[in-house]
């Protein structure tokens, strides 16, 4: 009995996961185009703030995701509480979900 729940519960948390789960390449490729590599990278800070640094400052945020993608798709957020530009992820939804996956993940 113990077996059948802890294979139910592993099997479910693995799709919930992979459902969130993102193509590191396919991100790259994706910010490579976008030109995020002009202000950001993955460790270092630049104009912007590092992915790691952004994955850490939204870590065990509900909603982080959510936020991100809604700041990427619309070119605003808020910097220091100022309204600022930034540019937009260029490609359809799954392409923005995937890089966001991508950034907080880091």
């Known amino acids: 009995m113990t077996r059948i729940i802890v294979s139910s519960l592993a099997a479910l948390l693995s799709a919930s996961f992979g459902a969130q789960a993102q193509d590191a390449a396919k991100a790259e490729a994706t910010i490579k185009a976008s030109g995020c590599g002009k202000c950001h990278s993955v460790s270092a800070d630049k104009d912007g703030p590092s992915f790691k640094k952004t994955a850490a400052k939204y870590k065990g945020q509900a909603g982080a995701a959510a936020k991100l993608e809604g700041a990427l798709k619309s070119g ?6 100022k309204d600022v530009k930034h540019a937009t992820v260029k490609g359809g939804d799954a392409d923005l979900k995937n890089v966001v ?5 880091r």
């Open 76 to 81: 605003s957020m808020k910097v220091d509480g």
């Open 101 to 105: 996956a991508y950034i907080l993940s």
